[in-house]
Structure formats: C-alpha cells, structure tokens
C-alpha cells in the first residue's frame, strides 16, 4: 500500500481547536506545552519511538466510512509527514483495544488494527502489516490467528527482534459455540513473523486469562521481553501474571505475579498495567480495586531481580487507571492515568522519577482535564531526548487526538 501525504485541506479542519487551545491554556496552567490537536474525527493515539528515537504518531482517522490508519512524525515542533498505512471499511475503532504499530531493525515496521467479523456479535479479528522501508510502503494484511471462530482476537502486544516480530494477542476462539460462555477461556496466544516470510505456528501462552485488558512489555537487560497481563483464575481472581519471553528463540516461560492484589471480579475491568525501563530498573504501573478501594500501584525491580518490590499508591484523589508509563534517553521514568479531582471532574494527571527512581514531586501532577467517556479512551506516552510526550482523545466537541509535550 503506497504512502500518501497529509492533505492540507484536512488539517485545516484542526485550526479551529488549535486556536481554542492557545486561548485556553498556557503553561502557568498544565506542566504541558506546545499543546497540538489533529482534526475532527481522530482517534486511538499511540506514540512511539521510530528507528531514530524521534516521536511518531499511530492513530486513526474516520471521517468517512473508509478509516485509515496513519502515522507521522515529530519534525520541527509539529506533526508532519502525515502517512497511511491502511483504509479499511471493516475496521473496528474501540476505545480500550487500540491499533498498534513499532519499529524493527533494517527498516522494518509492523502494524496492526482490528477488522469487524460480521459473522457475529462483539467478533473480530486482526490485521496486520509490515513495512521494509521505514512505514513509507506497507504489505497486504495478514492475520496472525488461522482459526475461523467467530470470536474476539485483540488486545495484541508487538515484540520486535532483529529478523522479524512476535505478536501476542487475546484469543477467544473458546467462546465460539461455547454452552457456558462465562466458563469458556479467553487465551493468551502468540505467533511469530519472520522478515519475508508467512506467520508461523500459534502458541498458546497462557490458557485462562481476563478478557479484555490491555498488556504491557517491556525489554529487559538481557534483551528478552516482560510481558505482563491480567490472569484470570477459577475462583475469579483477576490479578497480572509476567512472563518472560524471548522473541527471536520463540520460547517463554511464566515468572510469577506482579503483586498478590487479591481483586475477586466476575467481570474484565478494561484495565491493563504499563511498563517502562531504563538501563538501571523497570517501573510498573497498575490500577486494582481489590477490596472495593480504587487505587494506582507502582513498583519498582533492577534487572538483575526476580521481582517488584513492595507496591506504593500514586493517587491522591480517586482514580480511574487507564495507564501509560514510558522512560526518556536520559533514564527518566514517567506514569499518566485517570484520576478524579475535587470539582467533580477528572485530569490526566502524572508522576515523573529521576534515573535512580526518586520522584520529582511528592503527589502527581496534573497534566491535562480529561472524560472518564469511552470516547476520551487512554493516554499515550513516549519519552524524549529529555523528557515525554502525551497524547490523549479530547472527545469534545467531537473526538480529536492531542498532543503535548511534558518536561
């Protein structure tokens, strides 16, 4: 699928919002700045790093009803090079399962969204490119699960190796005419993608997990990914597992629990954990309501530990969870979730930590007002040189992705 460029008209429809901004908000008001908002009708930002550690922006654009998938770059204090990955008619746009794209080695990118199965109800399925030139020219989408049940498949979670990518996904093929839906398994599955070549064999990872939580990872020292989802036991307990995973041998092996939480729900919270690393330590970053009391954790572990250490609360006010974390070139660590504030309403509010771990201020800071809506979805973060960038979905008056730059 060949690149195409922004269109001027488009980004047009965006001024309007940027002059709002500008009138709204200066920096005695957020610890953010040079605060930027894409069109009407953009949504599900993530933001990464490309293959030269600058900032890049995955979202969808729905202004018709063909969405696309676009990315671009960070260049000169603005988003530019706006590009396209893929336009599809049958692509689900949900709030919690986002699409996701990273960068490889020797140009290789991958990317993927969801594509609605119309087969049956809350069904679909994944779809997933690769690009060899640095994301300017994409493959014909391939989907990394050969069943054909008609079932969810999403959440995935890309881990990028040198000849290629595993991509980890929650299956639910066991729901698929199941006689007891609320007993049938949600998996966790993975397969891999080699350079050039087709996917290979599934493999089932873990055979009873929640439903519908984002997951996280993170490379580790040795150059091996944690992963880290919400486990689902018979009892109902619904707490994160870890799992190390090499990509490029395909092998893994399960490492424990993040923290014995002990949240007894019949139901998925939509709530993942978010990890970030540094060459020192990992941070985790999680929301639980065990024992009907909202709260934030994080924990910390060197990379030559087993575990995370004892969990500390961030919040102050009640929060929500939707997490993100990410570290910048400098070592810094950096957390954004969904809290509550005294006026009734809620922020996006953050905590930053220096190389060793220490925090910069003693509660968090708030970033930017927010929507607890489905529509305001999650956070995303990415470090800098020095320094983050967020982004999020103001869903008001009409859903557009923002950006802004925290240091």
Avoid at 7 to 19: D, H, T, Y
Avoid at 117 to 138: H, K, L, N, Q
């Amino acid at each position: 699928m060949k690149a195409v460029s922004w269109k001027v008209s488009w980004f047009n429809c965006g001024i309007a919002f940027i002059a709002l901004l500008i009138a709204g908000c200066t920096e005695d008001d957020t610890p953010l700045h040079s605060v930027q908002s894409l069109p009407s009708q953009t949504h599900v930002p993530q933001l990464l790093a490309d293959a030269e550690g600058l900032p890049a922006l995955l979202y969808v654009q729905s202004m018709d009803s063909n969405p696309t998938l676009q990315w671009a770059r960070w260049q000169d204090g603005e988003w530019q090079d706006h590009r396209s990955i893929a336009s599809d008619p049958a692509m689900l746009i949900n709030w919690a399962d986002r699409p996701q794209m990273v960068f490889g080695s020797n140009g290789a990118a991958y990317a993927h969204w969801l594509t609605v199965d119309p087969r049956g109800d809350f069904a679909y399925g994944i779809a997933a490119v690769r690009s060899t030139d640095g994301g300017g020219t994409w493959s014909a989408p391939a989907r990394p699960h050969q069943d054909t049940a008609i079932a969810e498949h999403g959440f995935a979670q890309w881990l990028p190796y040198r000849d290629g990518a595993q991509l980890v996904w929650l299956d639910g093929r066991d729901f698929d005419g199941h006689p007891d839906p609320s007993q049938a398994r949600m998996e966790l599955r993975m397969n891999n993608w080699p350079a050039q070549e087709k996917w290979e064999k599934e493999a089932v990872l873990d055979s009873s997990v929640c439903t519908c939580c984002p997951m996280t990872a993170a490379q580790t020292s040795t150059g091996t990914y944690e992963l880290i989802y919400r486990d689902r036991t018979a009892d109902e307990i619904r707490d994160f597992s870890r799992m190390n995973i090499d990509a490029a041998g395909g092998s893994y092996e399960a490492s424990g629990p993040l923290h014995d939480d002990g949240w007894q729900i019949a139901a998925c919270p939509v709530n993942g954990a978010s990890l970030a690393a540094n060459d020192e330590r990992v941070l985790a970053v999680w929301y639980t309501a065990a024992g009907d009391q909202p709260q934030v954790l994080s924990a910390w572990r060197n990379h030559d530990e087993s575990g995370f250490g004892n969990p500390r609360a961030l919040h102050t006010n009640t929060p929500l969870g939707r997490i993100s974390t990410a570290s910048d070139e400098a070592g810094q660590l950096y957390a954004v979730w969904l809290q509550t504030n005294e006026t009734g309403g809620v922020d996006w509010v953050g905590m930053r930590w220096n190389a060793a771990g220490e925090p910069f201020t003693e509660e968090p800071e708030v970033l930017v007002a927010a929507s607890e809506r489905r529509a305001g979805g999650f956070p995303a973060l990415v470090g800098l040189r020095k320094g983050a960038m967020l982004g999020w979905t103001n869903p008001n008056p009409e859903p557009h992705v923002m950006t802004g730059l925290w240091k």
